[in-house]
Structure formats: C-alpha cells, structure tokens
C-alpha cells in the first residue's frame, strides 16, 4: 500500500507570515492525484488544495499553494499571510489514479497561528 | 445543500447497546467510506462501497456492519458498543477512477461509557 508520511505533527507560524507544511509520499505509480485538508476545531474536513500528478505547474487556491515535487515525491504546502482562521489540523492525502477508490491519509499536522 | 450528511453528530451510549450512524450524499458519487478518527486524529479507513457493493473491508471488529440500500446512502451499524469504539466517524464519498477528491460529512462523534 502506499504511505504518507507528515513528519511534522505541530507546526506554529506568526499572525500574517507564511508557513509551509511538508508531506511525502511513497508511490510505484505515475499517475495519481494528491490533496491537503483542513480540520478545523469544528471537526469539519475541508478540501484545500488538490494537484494532478501529470501536471508540472504547482497547484494555488488563494493564499494556499503547493511545492510539488514528483521526482522527489514531495507535495508541500504553503500559507502565505497566516490568519488565526488557519490554525487546524492539516492532512495530505494520496490517491491512485488506477485504482481509483483507495485514500492514503498521513498522520496530519497541527497548525497553531499566533496572533 | 449539504453534500454528503451523516446522523446523528453526537451519540453517547453505554457499553454494550447497540446504534446506527446514517449518510446519504446528493452528489451522484458512485463510492461511499467510512472513516475512523481517533484522539489522535488518525484517519483509518474502515469500509467502502461502490455502487452497493462492498469493495474495501479493513480490520475492523466483526461488531461493525455497513449497509448500502443504494449508491447514495451507507450506513454503519455497530453491535455490543465497547470504550475503544469511542471517536469520530466519518462518512464520505468519491468518484471511482475520476480526480474526484473526498467529501466528508461532519463526523459523528461517538461517546461510550
């Protein structure tokens, strides 16, 4: 099976700075697709960002962006201008694109934003 | 409109009852998840059903059974509750072979004593 590893479990950034989340992965396949989710405190699980592996341009939703690296299998994620809203748990999570019905979750990261 | 919801959000029994969390999607997803979230946030994948039929089954205690009338409902029935089962169930739903990512529910958050 593949794995996620998030080797950061808790992470702090400065009201307004920008942070960057790493995540890895472990893959024999070429193509598949990766996400970053956001769990807020409300539990909710809340799709960031997404990236298809057979794109070469690196994936931006707003102040949110990705540093995909496919040779080096790494699919990071960047917050630019942190707001107290971002504080959460964030999740990176692998699917194949063959097998089509499978997630892999890493451990997920814990994000503190510090007015 | 919700996406995919589940009920109920909060559940507190007693050991040994037996419940049923339910999850219907609007969204015409051909696969359905269930998802376990422990204290320690982990998420680990339980069951999943594509077009009703059953296609992923993880270790999970046999006290755990899902139910899919249709592609647009799973349900989760857990018999003989014990304190382990405690944590936050998720429901979601996908695309089978499609960049569709995974759209969760709000959890049910499972609390036996």
């Known amino acids: 099976a593949q794995t996620v590893t998030q080797s950061q479990p808790e992470m702090s950034v400065q009201e307004a700075e920008t942070v960057t989340l790493s995540c890895t992965y472990d893959t024999s396949e070429s193509d598949y697709y990766l996400f970053w989710y956001k769990q807020p405190p409300s539990r909710q699980m809340i799709l960031v960002i997404r990236q298809e592996a057979y794109k070469q341009q690196n994936a931006t939703e707003n102040r949110f962006s990705v540093n995909f690296q496919k040779a080096a299998k790494s699919f990071s994620l960047k917050i630019s201008d942190s707001q107290l809203g971002d504080a959460a748990m964030y999740f990176c999570?692998?699917?194949?694109?063959?097998?089509?019905?499978?997630?892999?979750f890493g451990t997920g990261t814990s994000l503190t934003v510090i007015p | 409109d919700t996406a995919v919801s589940q009920t109920p959000k909060y559940l507190v029994t007693q050991m040994g009852n037996d419940k049923s969390i339910k999850c219907e999607q609007n969204l015409g997803h051909d696969t359905m998840y269930w998802y376990k979230q422990d204290s320690k946030k982990f998420l680990k994948i339980m069951f999943s059903?594509?077009?009703?039929?059953?296609?992923i089954n993880e270790t999970v205690p046999n006290r755990f059974s899902p139910k899919s009338p249709d592609k647009a409902h799973l349900n989760l029935h857990i018999n003989s509750l014990e304190l382990g089962d405690s944590a936050v169930y998720f429901c979601a739903s996908s695309q089978m072979y499609s960049p569709s990512p995974l759209h969760f529910g709000n959890g049910t958050r499972l609390t036996v004593t």
């Open positions: 059903y594509n077009n009703k039929e059953l296609i």
């Open positions: 999570a692998y699917r194949d694109s063959n097998t089509g019905n499978q997630f892999y």
